[in-house]
């Protein structure tokens, strides 16, 4: 599997910006996507998933920083995955990686994608 991130840049504080992952090659066997974050000096954190198939509605988590602001979503047809991030905060600022795994519950991710930069002026 290979994914490829774009849709970064850089927006106020309060602005919206949505990434997109496009993910090629077996697809089929992906269980999960998500999308972390790496500040400069910081560790990566998760910031959301989604399950991969299992029709609209599926299982969502986000981190408690982004939750109400952001939104994963994901269309099977075209196999993207995209996050919606509204009400920016300079704190979003980072390096967003889109990845993907096989299997569910704690398991690693697998694959991962490009990083794309947000930054959040204030």
């Known amino acids: 599997v290979q994914l490829q991130a774009c849709g970064g840049g850089l927006v106020q504080a309060g602005g919206s910006l949505r990434l997109s992952c496009a993910a090629s090659g077996r697809t089929s066997g992906i269980f999960a996507v998500g999308w972390f974050r790496q500040d400069t000096g910081k560790e990566r954190e998760f910031v959301a998933s989604t399950r991969w198939s299992g029709g609209r509605g599926g299982r969502t988590d986000y981190t408690d920083s982004v939750a109400g602001r952001f939104t994963i979503s994901r269309d099977n047809a075209k196999n993207m995955v995209y996050l919606q991030m509204n009400s920016l905060k300079p704190e979003d600022t980072a390096v967003y990686y889109c990845?993907?795994?096989?299997?569910?519950?704690?398991?690693?991710?697998?694959?991962w994608g490009n990083g794309t930069l947000v930054t959040v002026s204030s």
């Open positions: 990845a993907a795994k096989n299997s569910g519950g704690y398991s690693r991710y697998d694959y």
